[in-house]
């Protein structure tokens, strides 16, 4: 895929089938302490699409969530310059739900201001967003 084609916005059947493919992972979560099944489909920009559920631990600070666990499955599959087009989250509960924070600084790590990001509203709808806008000030280690 072409640098211009990369930054074009995402069609409306591509992020269903995104959507479509989190809600699949997201049946495999382990959430045994907070019944809260969340899956993450990541896009690459070259077209590389991998999905990644929340892995709770009894120690509870330990849990991975759906962002992280795929987006770490995404640089051990393609390696380090893996940069992310667009991500899909959902659940299973259905309810809203944003990234978290720390979430929010792991997408930064491999996005750009063109990288689409959707999570589910209120409404059963799909909010999307950019890393500015969930991540203003974001936390760089290098000069700007
Ligand atoms: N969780 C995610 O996987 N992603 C998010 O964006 C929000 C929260 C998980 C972590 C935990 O397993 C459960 O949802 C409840 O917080």
Known sequence: MSQNESSQRLSPAQIDSLRRQALAVAARAYSPYSGFRVGAAV???????????????????LTTCAEQSAIASAV??????VRIQAVVITNL?????QPCGACRQTIQ????????I???AENGSL????????????????EQ
């Open 127 to 142: 909010t999307r967003a950019t890393i500015a806008d969930l991540l203003p000030h974001a936390f760089l280690l290098k």
């Open 109 to 116: 790590e491999f996005s750009s201001p063109a990288t689409e």
């Open 76 to 81: 051990a599959q393609y390696g380090p310059s």
């Open 118 to 120: 959707f999570f589910p």
């Open 43 to 61: 896009l690459l920009e070259d077209g590389s699409i991998i999905t990644g559920c929340n892995v709770e631990n009894a120690s509870y600070r």
């Open 93 to 97: 509960n259905d309810a809203a739900s």
